[in-house]
């Protein structure tokens, strides 16, 4: 079956109301997110942990090692919302340790993120307090230059025996 010119010129000539009827189909479709991009979910601010303060130290020295070592502390720090690495960011790092208590002085240390906002500490390997392993660690907004609110995590350890703790700090800007 072969198309009359009128048929050509009405394929190639919409209507009015073919061009409202579509873009309204367009608008509605759009306006229901059906052809937009997927949007990268905001990323929470780490809650302070309860009990995470214990014992701690403000103004705690940045050092190399904390101890003898043996044990590495590791995480990361990042900004709430986009997820950008915060280089620079100081971290104090305590725990109850095959050296000493969580509340003498020798078992605390701080250090700074790097530009990657990466921290790793050496430290006495962690043992169980109050029937846990577990550590310390804290973002104070007071001995840092960053406009952060402060943060203390006591992360609980799968085993006595690890001999790594992994964190993350999301912080969120004051």
């Known amino acids: 079956m072969q198309r009359t010119e009128e048929q050509d010129m009405a394929i190639s000539n919409p209507t009015r109301r073919t061009l409202v009827s579509t873009g309204g189909a367009a608008l509605l479709v759009g306006g229901l997110g059906l052809i937009t991009p997927a949007r990268a979910q905001s990323l929470a601010p780490t809650p302070t942990?309860?009990?995470?303060?214990?014992?701690?130290?403000?103004?705690a020295p940045v050092v190399d090692k904390i101890g003898g070592g043996g044990f590495w502390m590791t995480g990361t720090v990042r900004r709430a919302g986009d997820g950008a690495p915060l280089p620079g960011r100081r971290?104090?790092?305590?725990?109850?340790?095959?050296?000493?208590?969580?509340?003498?002085?020798?078992?605390?240390?701080?250090?700074?993120?790097?530009?990657?906002?990466?921290f790793r500490i050496e430290m006495p390997q962690i043992v169980p307090a109050f029937g846990q392993p577990h550590g310390h660690l804290a973002y104070d907004a007071d001995y840092d230059d960053g406009p952060f609110e402060t943060v203390f995590l006591r992360p609980v350890m799968a085993s006595a025996s690890d001999t790594t703790l992994d964190v993350a700090f999301v912080l969120n800007p004051v």
């Open 49 to 59: 942990m309860r009990g995470g303060s214990n014992n701690y130290r403000p103004g």
């Open 91 to 118: 971290i104090q790092v305590w725990a109850h340790t095959t050296e000493g208590h969580e509340r003498d002085e020798r078992s605390h240390g701080a250090t700074l993120t790097d530009a990657d906002g990466v």
